[in-house]
């Protein structure tokens, strides 16, 4: 059964740093490309940031870039988002996602899901 399980959200402050994490689990990632994505009360689920497993290639938003750095652990099958400069719009339930290929900004191309951690930035 495959897993993924998201840590690391919680209420900071304008210009505060967080890591996000997502442990994945149940088979072999290693064809995957894993993503972010983010959504927030009312709005669409929209694509944050995405790296393929075997290359280490990565992609962005555009509203991310420059500040958010997304990277990935083989050993410990993890993949990581690093926050920095965050700001009151990031604010939003963020989503690991695992993807067997295709439109990396397209939530319809992932097939598993993690619950998500809530990222709260104050002004």
């Known amino acids: 059964q495959v897993q993924l399980v998201e840590s690391g959200g919680g209420l900071v402050q304008a210009g505060d740093s967080l890591r996000l994490s997502c442990a994945a689990s149940g088979r072999t990632f290693s064809s995957y490309v894993m993503a972010w994505f983010r959504q927030s009360p009312g709005n669409q689920r929209e694509f944050v940031a995405a790296?393929?497993?075997?290359?280490?290639?990565?992609n962005y938003a555009d509203s991310v870039k420059g500040r958010f750095t997304i990277s990935r652990d083989n050993a410990k099958i993890t993949v990581y988002l690093q926050m920095n400069s965050l700001k009151p719009e990031d604010t939003a339930v963020y989503y690991c996602a695992a993807s067997k290929g295709g439109y990396y900004w397209r939530p319809s191309n992932y097939d598993y899901w993690g619950q998500g951690t809530q990222v709260t930035v104050s002004s």
């Open positions: 790296v393929t497993w075997s290359g280490g290639i990565t």
